[in-house]
């Protein structure tokens, strides 16, 4: 154990990794501030160390723990780097005397965090995993009303979320395999608290797991006489997280969500109880909610609940010496559970495969190769590609999980702004570049899809590809002042800044491909898809409105016609367009060939929301608005351009008539 530090003395805190976790520890350790104070962000990212230092006043930016350790002395190291580089970090970190807190998962497996553990022993140093829902006001008091619940008969530790799509400094997040895992410790870790506070002498051993098509985990944990269940899912909505523990006399949930917790204690089993106990939950939880989300607001609380308060146990412990807050035990019992299952999930073969039949039509001969064939448009035409015999390949930034792969489809990872790797444009016939930027600042729209594409081109005319089909956007169009129908024809819109980083990447790319499709001796067809829906799982464009909730402000005139067009058709039609390149237009603008009305669009959201408030906000209410905004922009972010909310949400009328022509079945 490590000796205690200095009366009155700060520890000097080294934040590694300046994603959105760095950010927030550093905020959290900024509540700490009688314990600690962060003298050094470590990043290999500029743009991100920058971003996390803004929380940590007086810090320096390194970009390796090396760097940061032959130039000042630090005390602990707050590991938030990637799962896989926490090893090493750590090792780094102990060695050269410090301290560590480990975000989860603390380690990929057991015998590493034996490893860890002990070589923190030798040295007389402290550690903690990052499991701070242990020290969230829910599990505390859940884990205190245990004994009162009798004996405990039924765990039950629940985890839903959506995946991450960015990261700070415009990196790449984990792919959704990986971001389930590096989820699934709190879970984890929440229902081994519980069954080893009801069953201390036993040890919990993971009986069953079971892994869904689409990422959900389904496990039971048994410890002596108790079976838990536990469930991890990428699908399931709304976003929650609980652990709800059922006893001979009662039962307690713990949202972790709302922060509150409902309890029933007692038998329940009058008649008085089962008509009664409706209204109990009902006011606990609209009294709970009102006082967590009071006191979140009063303390400002911008980092993750529980975590200012596991530093503060962890600091005072090393300020101590005395023992840390979780102990080495528990943080290998979570680690096993966790390397089990992800052993489960790593074996499992869910990976999604073709459920249509696959078309009798002989094996196309053409090979094409698709960027951002991952992603929403891209996953669909490699899948009609494969349907009708081709073999595609697909390039993404990140490799995708073992359900989102295509059977027949082969998988390229690569940053198409550095490059592809060597060979991967040999004999290919056709590129179909639907890869682009659809998140973040200029700088990653310039990178992410004008650079890109002016890379693309330029190795697809190394490597002698003579055909690319470009997927743009219908945004690009300049909406022009008169009442003609917007077509192919219409000219490009000039200012595209003013309508934000999205339009703007996508109008340079489009030029840039253009212009070096002519110099480059490389025939090009531009495809602009308008807003892509998936009527198979609904989602509302973005220019149809915005949901608030459940109240959805539907914006413009409901008989109003909407440029959209289904993403399996846009799919099928770019998949024929590589076996009829030359009888494809240069330039089409790829919507339905019948355009619904915003009102048809609102009927469909309701249909699956049936719940759903529809406030509509007329287009002349529209205008004002965004003058006010536009203003905003200007006094809050001078120099920069102003994005003309007005201008997005304005109505357009489309000629169809090209798209109707195309028969892509």
Wanted: glycine share 8%.
């Amino acid at each position: 154990m490590n000796s205690a530090h200095d009366v009155g003395a700060r520890l000097r805190v080294a934040i590694v990794g300046a994603g959105k976790m760095g950010q927030h520890h550093a905020r959290a350790v900024a509540r700490c501030s009688s314990q600690a104070r962060i003298v050094a962000v470590v990043d290999p990212s500029p743009q991100a160390r920058e971003l996390t230092l803004q929380y940590a006043e007086g810090a320096r930016g390194y970009a390796s723990l090396r760097e940061l350790l032959a130039s000042e002395r630090v005390d602990l190291v707050h590991v938030c780097t990637a799962p896989h580089s926490h090893e090493a970090v750590a090792i780094e970190a102990l060695e050269a005397g410090c301290h560590i807190y480990v975000e989860k998962p603390f380690m990929q497996s057991v015998a590493v965090a034996d490893r860890v553990i002990s070589l923190a022993q030798a040295r007389g140093l402290s550690l903690c995993a990052g499991h701070q829902l242990l020290y969230e006001q829910p599990a505390r008091k859940a884990l205190q009303l245990l004994p009162a619940l009798g004996d405990l008969v039924h765990v039950e530790s629940y985890f839903s979320f959506r995946t991450v799509r960015r990261s700070p400094g415009g990196r790449l997040p984990l792919s959704a395999d990986l971001q389930l895992l590096d989820i699934l410790p709190h879970p984890v870790y929440l229902l081994l608290a519980a069954l080893e506070a009801a069953v201390p002498k036993e040890r919990s051993e993971l009986a069953s797991v079971e892994v869904g098509p689409a990422g959900t985990v389904h496990a039971l944990v048994r410890r002596g006489r108790i079976t838990a269940t536990l469930v991890v899912t990428l699908e399931g909505r709304p976003v929650e997280s609980y652990l709800r523990l059922v006893g001979t006399n009662g039962t307690v949930h713990a949202d972790f969500v709302r922060g509150t917790v409902q309890r029933l204690i007692g038998p329940g089993i009058s008649g008085i109880d089962k008509a009664a106990n409706p209204f109990r939950l009902g006011w606990q939880i609209i009294s709970g909610t009102t006082t967590a989300l009071g006191e979140r607001a009063v303390k400002r609380q911008l980092s993750y609940p529980g975590l200012a308060e596991l530093f503060e146990a962890f600091y005072a412990s090393i300020l101590s010496g005395g023992a840390p807050p979780l102990s080495p035990a528990s943080i290998v019992e979570t680690t096993r559970i966790w390397e089990e299952i992800a052993h489960a999930l790593e074996s499992s073969s869910a990976a999604s495969s073709l459920s249509e039949p696959r078309s009798e039509l002989p094996r196309s001969g053409t090979k094409v190769l698709i960027t951002g064939g991952t992603g929403f448009l891209g996953k669909e035409v490699a899948r009609a590609l494969a349907l009708k015999g081709a073999a595609p390949t697909v390039v993404s930034r990140r490799a995708p999980a073992a359900w989102d792969r295509l059977e027949g489809v082969h998988y390229i990872t690569a940053d198409l702004s550095e490059g592809l790797p060597d060979g991967s444009l040999r004999d290919v016939d056709i590129v179909i570049h639907c890869a682009a930027e659809t998140a973040g600042g200029w700088d990653e729209h310039q990178k992410n899809s004008i650079d890109a594409s002016e890379r693309l081109m330029r190795d697809s005319a190394a490597a002698g590809v003579k055909r690319v089909i470009h997927v743009s956007s219908l945004a690009v169009i300049s909406a022009g002042k008169g009442q003609k129908p917007l077509s192919e024809d219409s000219p490009i819109v000039a200012e595209s800044r003013t309508l934000g980083p999205y339009v703007w990447g996508k109008a340079e790319s489009e030029r840039v491909v253009s212009d070096l499709g002519q110099s480059l001796g490389i025939g090009t067809r531009i495809v602009r898809p308008g807003a892509l829906l998936d009527y198979r799982a609904f989602e509302p464009p973005g220019r149809l409105g915005k949901r608030l909730g459940n109240i959805f402000v539907a914006v413009g005139g409901p008989g109003d016609a909407l440029g959209v067009v289904e993403v399996e058709f846009a799919a099928r039609v770019l998949a024929w367009m590589t076996e009829h390149f030359e009888e494809s237009p240069e330039v089409l603008n790829l919507l339905a060939p019948t355009l619904p009305t915003r009102r048809q669009l609102v009927s469909r959201l309701r249909r699956s929301n049936p719940d759903l408030t529809v406030v509509w906000l007329p287009t002349f209410a529209v205008v004002p608005l965004s003058w006010m905004a536009m203003l905003l922009q200007k006094l809050l972010r001078p120099g920069k351009p102003a994005m003309n909310v007005a201008k997005i949400f304005a109505q357009q009328r489309y000629d169809t008539s090209r798209t109707a022509r195309l028969s892509p079945d």
